[in-house]
């Protein structure tokens, strides 16, 4: 099975911004309501945020609320996580998968990719 391949990560201080994107051209993305999780040092993996197949309904953690943004684009198998006014809680390894339901949040697929790491200085 084809995993996805996350990138845009980086450094950055409090207060900036990063553009992650998401590529998972092996499990017909655009079938499936997708979400990013992150993972901090010591902490078990928590959703950020997801959205629907279309992209009309997004869904955010209360933690990245008003900060950061989900889309999609269906045609490229791409995912994005717009990421502004970044604080040092966010330093995390972020992760995309598709979800079983915007319900649960729980990840459909076992097999993840490596991620990308965003590491926010004070």
């Known amino acids: 099975q084809v995993q996805p391949v996350e990138s845009g990560g980086g450094l950055v201080q409090a207060g900036g911004s990063l553009r992650l994107s998401c590529v998972d051209s092996?499990?017909?993305?655009?079938?499936?309501?997708m979400a990013w999780f992150r993972q901090a040092p010591e902490r078990g993996r928590e959703w950020v945020a997801a959205l629907n197949q279309n992209g009309d309904k997004t869904y955010y953690h209360d933690s990245v609320k008003g900060r950061f943004t989900i889309s999609r684009d269906n045609a490229k198998n791409t995912m994005y996580l717009q990421l502004n006014n970044l604080k040092p809680e966010d330093t995390a390894v972020y992760y995309c998968n598709a979800v079983s339901s915007v319900t649960t949040m729980l990840p459909r697929f076992a097999s993840w990719g490596q991620g990308t790491q965003v590491t926010v200085s004070s």
């Open positions: 092996g499990r017909r993305f655009s079938r499936y309501e």
